[in-house]
């Protein structure tokens, strides 16, 4: 059997498969902010027990559509179906009058509350007078046992890490019986166990019947979880529920427009010259005997899992966690990396995962964000030269194709990718030839992730050696040329890419949970 | 137009405009070159030492410790010069330096041994002072020297001294932030300073630094204080510290740190003093007097958080123009990221 046709018998399975009733319906809908037509005649369905995936990058659409059915936006035109009666959201108050609930990253819940308060927040069962505490906990009780919840009623909700508030403000739109269920990238505060945990979490809601709709740019993610898909690109449906087939290099050639293989835009420029060698490196944050090389043109893959000491490895080598054992080798001279400054020095550069924390400065416009790691290289005796700065921006700026808004505007103006480059730039500024990108992908859309890659092919090109930590393993497998991977804090094996495959780093998994 | 109401000069320049306009609507001696003299005399001691508060607070601290180190260090200068034989000039540089010592005290606690700079420097503020009282059984030392008066009262070419004090530190500082690597990584400290430590930055010691010069800008100040009276006195200073984050808040430098320009400190310096010429001049007790720079602060303040729409208000009255101006810095700290 060829690809195309299992794609079609894929299809025509998937659209068989839908059987539940239609809650919501959205017919034709046309949204338009002055010139631009944010959605443009947009229609798709979504059945009980059923999840829905919405997938578009950033400016496709989502976001519109999500806020249509919240009640904060009203469509131009079209028709919105409940039940297959039409009906009209005028305000967030009718939208959730009709059950339709939104999970947004911010939750709405009251920290210092049980659990079970927050579940039935705003509805509490009560008697006469006073609220009936008995009765509340006991329902609560009952809807964490159905959903499988592994949390105890009696919580209060800010003890809780965020994964597990999330869980709890899920179970509200489920007790709540909710006819739509709208999850807006749930997963970017998860780490990969909690994700596994929210996936399962939403698939038994499936099984009681739920219709939800989740929308998320992370495909890989979503291919596991969801039932249908619904893509979307500049404001139109690209491809509907019917038509495509739950299958990661359709939906990401649907959604940007372009084919894989340019997503994954990787070139080889590996050569054999050492940039960097690691001996015997230890730490006391659990690194140990971590031995590699880094070659000039190289991306080296750090594979495993979260918690598997990755970033552990990247902190000891840019000097933010001291060693305590190992030797650290540049073009073979020996470097003591006591701080990042020193590691600056010696060349190195660090993209943290998160950038916003970490990375850049928010009081400072692009300029100056892009030269702060080397106003060295701007004294003119002791003087920093501003117009040079100026140039030097803007010759960063044109060269990694940086809106040109970049220059003077501040950072919380620009795009994820966007913030993403301006930290590259500034690597590329200082001189630096080893760089070490934790997560460089992590929370930007799929078009700047393509960008993201192209970035580390001109880095590579340029004869700079990567050290590339990523989540993703389709990522991973597709930028490195060579892979280590990492167990508790151990390089436990190092590889060509081409003879690792996914089960191999997932191996590492079992391992770790043994 | 646009470039006027966007610069960071423009909320303090509009609260100093706004209350000399009102001092002089309440008293015709405002204008008096008498009063204008005493006027740069007052504003030289607050505006020279708030130099060094808005160091500190860029740096994303605060410095509670000027009034009671200018207690201390008015003291340290009389006896060096009156009793313990130091010659004048020395004594004036040893006070100074000095001061940069206290500084560089507060940097250590709180850049090197991680205490809150709130803490360290409140620690100051209630140390320095009692350490000033252990001088001459604790009686302030006046006729200190008679070569002290005149680097108060004397002038060149009929430019009092102070003056020309304010124009030179201003203009250091004002260059000192622009154009020095130190400048540079003391906003980069305060804006983010993970980050500032991730992209090579020394942050301890940037700090720490930051600390050294509001040291020495005290001594400069208390220097001042003392040739105004020409003695020493543990008394000096009190409330100088608010008044000096007074002036660099109504300057707008933003508590969080980061934020702000050391020119505009000296407008937030001058509006504090104008009220405090006008009240005095109008013979208002110093109880309102508290209460009125309390209402300064937020309005100033205010006036620089609501510029946008101000700005909005005033294009509004030139048909056919549109404003459009970069969110102020503080709005956009409120700002959520948006996306469509």
Request: with cysteine.
């Amino acid at each position: 059997m060829n690809a195309a046709t299992g794609q079609i018998l894929r299809t025509i399975v998937n659209a068989m498969q839908r059987t539940g009733a239609v809650v919501w319906e959205l017919r034709n809908i046309i949204k338009a902010f002055g010139p631009v037509l944010a959605n443009d005649n947009v229609s798709l369905t979504l059945r009980r027990g059923e999840i829905h995936g919405l997938v578009g990058q950033n400016g496709s659409g989502k976001t519109t559509l999500i806020k249509t059915l919240c009640g904060a936006h009203q469509p131009d035109s079209g028709t919105i179906l409940h039940d297959g009666r039409p009906v009209r959201l005028p305000n967030p108050l009718a939208a959730r009058a009709l059950g339709i609930a939104t999970v947004f990253q911010e939750f709405s819940l009251v920290p210092n509350m049980t659990v079970a308060e927050n579940i039935f927040l705003g509805g509490w069962p009560g008697r006469l007078y006073g609220i009936d505490w008995r009765q509340m906990r006991e329902d609560a009780r009952k809807v964490l046992a159905q959903l499988e919840i592994a949390i105890s009623p009696d919580d209060v909700l800010a003890d809780l890490p965020v994964a597990r508030q999330q869980m709890v403000e899920i179970a509200k739109a489920f007790a709540q019986n909710a006819s739509m269920i709208i999850l807006d990238e749930p997963t970017a505060a998860l780490a990969a166990r909690e994700v596994e945990h929210l996936f399962a979490l939403l698939q038994r809601m499936r099984q009681q019947g739920a219709a939800i709709l989740y929308i998320s740019h992370r495909i890989d993610e979503i291919v596991q979880l969801v039932d249908v898909v619904t893509v979307l690109r500049n404001g139109q449906v690209i491809s509907t529920a019917e038509d495509t087939p739950i299958d990661i290099p359709y939906i990401v050639t649907k959604m940007i427009g372009r084919s894989i293989e340019e997503y994954y835009p990787k070139e080889r420029n590996a050569t054999s010259e050492v940039v960097l060698e690691v001996r015997q490196l230890g730490t006391e944050r659990g690194v140990a005997d971590v031995n590699f090389t880094l070659h000039r043109g190289e991306v080296l893959g750090l594979g495993g899992l979260l918690g598997s000491g990755r970033t552990r490895i990247a902190r000891a080598l840019f000097g933010i966690d001291p060693l305590t054992t190992g030797e650290i080798l540049v073009k073979g001279r020996r470097v003591s990396l006591t701080s990042p400054a020193a590691a600056v020095a010696a060349g190195f550069a660090f993209l943290p995962e998160d950038r916003k924390t970490d990375g850049l400065f928010f009081n400072f416009d692009g300029c100056r964000n892009i030269t702060i790691a080397n106003l060295r290289g701007l004294l003119r005796g002791i003087q920093l030269d501003l117009a040079r700065e100026q140039e030097v921006a803007r010759g960063v700026i044109e060269h990694l194709d940086i809106s040109p808004a970049a220059q003077e505007g501040m950072m919380d103006q620009l795009s994820g990718g966007n913030q993403q480059k301006i930290i590259l730039g500034r690597w590329l500024y200082a001189g630096a030839e080893i760089f070490i990108l934790d997560e460089p992908t992590q929370g930007i859309d799929i078009g700047a992730k393509t960008a993201v890659f192209r970035l580390i092919n001109e880095l590579t090109r340029a004869g700079n050696g990567v050290i590339f930590i990523t989540s993703h393993d389709d990522e991973l497998l597709a930028m490195s040329d060579r892979i280590a991977i990492v167990r508790r804090g151990r390089v436990v094996r190092i590889a060509n890419v081409n003879d690792v495959n996914k089960a191999d780093l997932l191996q590492g998994a079992g391992e770790v949970a043994a | 137009m646009k470039r006027i109401f966007s610069s960071s000069l423009f909320g303090p320049a509009v609260a100093t405009t706004v209350v000399t306009l009102l001092v002089m609507a309440t008293t015709d001696r405002f204008l008096l070159p008498g009063n204008l003299n005493n006027l740069a005399l007052q504003v030289s001691i607050v505006a020279l030492v708030a130099i060094g508060s808005t160091l500190v607070i860029f740096i994303g601290t605060i410095d509670l410790s000027p009034g009671s180190a200018v207690a201390l260090l008015t003291m340290l200068l009389a006896m060096l010069v009156k009793f313990w034989g130091v010659g004048f000039w020395p004594g004036i540089m040893i006070t100074i330096i000095f001061g940069g010592g206290l500084g560089a005290i507060n940097g250590m606690l709180t850049a090197y041994l991680r205490i809150p700079g709130f803490i360290s420097t409140l620690a100051g503020y209630s140390a320095y002072r009692g350490i000033a009282f252990m001088f001459n059984l604790g009686s302030p030392v006046f006729d200190v020297s008679p070569l002290l008066d005149s680097l108060f009262y004397g002038t060149v070419f009929g430019i009092p001294w102070p003056l020309i004090y304010i124009v030179v530190f201003f203009a250091a500082a004002h260059w000192f932030m622009r154009y020095t690597r130190l400048g540079r990584s003391i906003y980069a400290v305060g804006g983010n300073a993970k980050a500032a430590h991730l992209s090579g930055i020394n942050v301890p010691l940037t700090q720490f630094l930051a600390f050294v010069i509001a040291g020495l800008m005290t001594g400069v100040g208390a220097v001042l204080m003392a040739a105004r009276l020409n003695s020493g006195s543990p008394n000096y200073g009190a409330g100088l510290e608010l008044q000096a984050i007074a002036a660099a808040v109504i300057g707008g430098a933003s508590l969080a740190g980061g934020r702000g320009d050391v020119l505009a400190t000296l407008l937030g310096a001058m509006t504090i003093t104008i009220v405090q010429n006008g009240l005095n001049l109008n013979a208002v007790p110093t109880s309102t007097q508290g209460l009125v720079i309390g209402l300064i602060i937020v309005l100033a303040v205010g006036i620089d958080m609501w510029r946008r729409e101000l700005a909005d208000g005033v294009v509004r009255l030139w048909p056919g123009r549109t404003a459009k101006l970069p969110p102020t810095d503080k709005e956009k700290s409120h700002d959520l990221p948006s996306s469509v």
